[in-house]
T-cell receptor, first 116, second 114 residues
Framework: DTGVSQDPRHKITKRGQNVTFRCDPI?????LYWYRQTLGQGPEFLTY????????KSRLLSDRFSAERPKGSFSTLEIQRTEQGDSAMYLC??????????????FGNGTRLTVT | QKEVEQDPGPLSVPEGAIVSLNCTYS??????FMWYRQYSRKGPELLMY????GNKEDGRFTAQVDKSSKYISLFIRDSQPSDSATYLC??????????????FGRGTQLTVWP
């Protein structure tokens, strides 16, 4: 399977702990996105990268959140000092962009975070 | 008011029925419209992708966009139990740097019973 891969699938942590998630995009895709989805809601945009550059961040991305994409390949999303409100599915997606064009997003199966 | 409104359902239909799903939106800048299907504990899977107003058909699925009414629809013909999932509409203002910056509805949960 050469789709978007996310690890771990499920993470349970105690409030106040730090967590890190990993996303491996489709290999030829140069754009990578992070979304958050809470129960009964649609995904909400958090941030995106073109290659290794982080180009946009949502106001949902508080200073406890940090994302990186070293070398323009895989990406990590870290949440520091987790709160119960951080409990959600964290989705990664990737796309291919050339010039002004951009292919539709392909999503991974997400990392489900539970903060107790 | 959210930029994209979608009735969450749930919607329950018998196998073979025609299903109609829809979304309304408030941002007239939206140009690209997508429908994603999401099975339980899985990521969204792209079903249909349309630009501006008009219809697009792909097998049993038809997507319609009416920009004058800010209304989009997805029709599923001859629905099957395997179509049981949550259907998410999504839209984007342009095809430039932010096509991937999607605005989603909350999803409609569909069950097709045999």
């Amino acid at each position: 399977d050469t789709g978007v891969s996310q690890d771990p699938r499920h993470k349970i942590t105690k409030r106040g702990q730090n967590v890190t998630f990993r996303c491996d995009p489709i290999s030829e895709h140069n754009r990578l996105y992070w979304y958050r989805q809470t129960l009964g809601q649609g995904p909400e945009f958090l941030t995106y990268f073109q290659n290794e550059a982080q180009l946009e961040k949502s106001r949902l991305l508080s200073d406890r959140f940090s994302a990186e994409r070293p070398k323009g390949s895989f990406s990590t999303l870290e949440i520091q000092r987790t709160e119960q409100g951080d409990s959600a599915m964290y989705l990664c997606a990737s796309s291919f962009s050339v010039g002004q064009g951009d292919s539709p997003l392909h999503f991974g199966n997400g990392t489900r975070l539970t903060v107790t | 008011q959210k930029e994209v409104e979608q009735d969450p359902g749930p919607l329950s239909v018998p196998e073979g029925a025609i299903v109609s799903l829809n979304c309304t939106y408030s941002n007239s800048a939206f140009q690209y419209f997508m429908w994603y299907r999401q099975y339980s504990r899985k990521g969204p899977e792209l079903l249909m992708y349309t630009y501006s107003s008009g219809n697009k058909e792909d097998g049993r699925f038809t997507a319609q966009v009416d920009k004058s009414s800010k209304y989009i629809s997805l029709f599923i013909r001859d629905s099957q139990p395997s179509d049981s999932a949550t259907y998410l509409c999504a839209m984007s203002p342009d095809r430039g740097s932010t096509l991937g910056r999607l605005y989603f509805g909350r999803g409609t949960q569909l069950t097709v019973w045999p």
